[in-house]
């Protein structure tokens, strides 16, 4: 049963209908048919760019970073401070004895001496 109020299906219900997924938008159909009819390969292309010395080498090196980009997975960024984050042990003593051995114990009682009756 939906919310009173907000349009929509229940949480939980499986979507029906619409487009399925992975199915392109008619924008890039579009531009696949207008290449594909040209005959142009961009891939091949670009290789050809890329291998090209008349070409300066900053076009050259860009056209290859493309062509890379289809080939290898691009890696996440790492930090260059710590490679290796420290380790932090926790040691905890649950001791149910009554007799407190934390020191804040300690510098609360002086605290209250020192600031007399009143508090």
């Known amino acids: 049963m939906a919310i009173a109020g907000q349009g929509g299906r229940p949480a939980g219900l499986p979507k029906t209908g619409g487009r399925q997924r992975g ?34 080498v900053e076009v050259r090196v860009r056209c290859l970073c493309e062509l890379a980009s289809f080939l290898y997975p691009k890696r ?32 609360q009682f002086e605290a209250q001496a020192a600031a007399g009756p009143g508090i």
């Open 76 to 107: 996440k960024p790492v930090d260059a401070l710590s490679h290796e984050r420290p380790a932090i042990n926790v040691k905890t003593d649950l001791d149910d004895s009554g007799d407190s051995t934390d020191v804040r114990d300690k510098y």
């Open 23 to 56: 199915t392109p938008n008619k924008a890039t159909l579009a531009v696949e048919e207008g290449i594909n009819a040209t005959g142009c390969d961009p891939l091949l292309e670009l290789a050809k760019i890329a291998m090209n010395t008349k070409f300066p």
